[in-house]
């Protein structure tokens, strides 16, 4: 079991910033993927930004060149560093976790994320 808790949402104006983090506690995997996703009212989940237990990143095409996904494994914690931020960027914000096989690297696939948390709300206001 893994438990992951999300802070650090709110309300900004466009082109504010947030940094939301995500603690982690539990058994968590040797190799993994950790993610942050989204969604807003009416919509699809969607990967924001993942990465993995060897530093490797990958972004969705809407958070390159703003966000930033980093990790501290000595605090099991997971943050996600939102410059520039846009109306469109507002949504629930979750994190998430799940096995990664050694050769894999990580994806947005909500389906290869088996924990997640309660999530937290960024509103960006024009």
């Known amino acids: 079991q893994v438990q992951l808790v999300e802070s650090g949402g709110g309300s900004v104006q466009s082109g504010g910033s947030l940094r939301l983090s995500c603690a982690a506690s539990?058994?968590?995997?040797?190799?993994?993927?950790m993610g942050w996703f989204r969604q807003a009212p009416g919509q699809e989940r969607e990967g924001v930004a993942v990465i993995a237990e060897n530093r490797r990143t990958n972004y969705a095409d809407s958070a390159k060149g703003r966000f930033t996904i980093s990790q501290d494994n000595t605090k099991n914690m997971l943050y996600l560093q939102m410059n520039t931020l846009k109306p469109e960027d507002t949504a629930m914000y979750y994190c998430?976790?799940?096995?990664?096989?050694?050769?894999?690297?990580?994806?947005?696939?909500?389906?290869?994320?088996?924990?997640w948390g309660q999530g937290t709300q960024v509103t960006v206001s024009s």
């Open positions: 539990g058994n968590t995997y040797i190799t993994y993927c």
């Open positions: 998430a976790i799940g096995r990664r096989s050694w050769w894999a690297s990580c994806s947005m696939t909500t389906s290869e994320y088996n924990y």
